[in-house]
Each structure stands twice: as C-alpha cells, then as structure tokens.
C-alpha cells in the first residue's frame, strides 16, 4: 500500500517511520535533527512556504508536507475494499 503525502509524491506504507506535527520542530533535539537532515540534503519539501503541516520521516528521506498528521493518519489506516 501507498501513502499520498501532498502534491504528486507517494511513498511505500512501509517506509513510514514517523509522521510528525510541524510544531515538533519548536522542540530544540527535533530543530538539531532537522538541521543535520537540511546540511546532509535529505529534507524534500513538497509543501509551498508557509503552509507546511507535517514531516514525514523515513530511512532514506523526510518530507515536508501540506498535509497534516491525522489527515495522513486517517490516510495509513484507510482500508481499500475490492469488492467484485
């Protein structure tokens, strides 16, 4: 399963470490892990400035999202149904 994270990115399920509210970063370890992410490039911003909502972290990456976290939560929970 996959997980559409804003805009045309969409990520495996799996992958998903953590989904983390943007006010996280007020938190003085969560601004240094961010900041190390930004100096090693691993930070993709699919968000426009201003209205970022979440990160999304995974092994290989973090995402900054418009989405916010219970809407993405409600996405990683949702259940497909193929019904015939």
Known sequence: MFLH???DVIIPKKDVIA???VRAE???I???FL???RGEKTVRI???KG???SFILTREQ???SPISCSTLKKRAEMIISTED
């Open 19 to 21: 989904i983390l509210n």
């Open 46 to 48: 699919i968000a426009e």
């Open 30 to 32: 969560t601004r240094e």
């Open 51 to 53: 209205k970022e909502k």
């Open 5 to 7: 994270l804003g805009g």
């Open 26 to 28: 007020n938190s003085p």
């Open 62 to 64: 973090i995402f900054v």
């Open 35 to 37: 900041e190390i992410a």
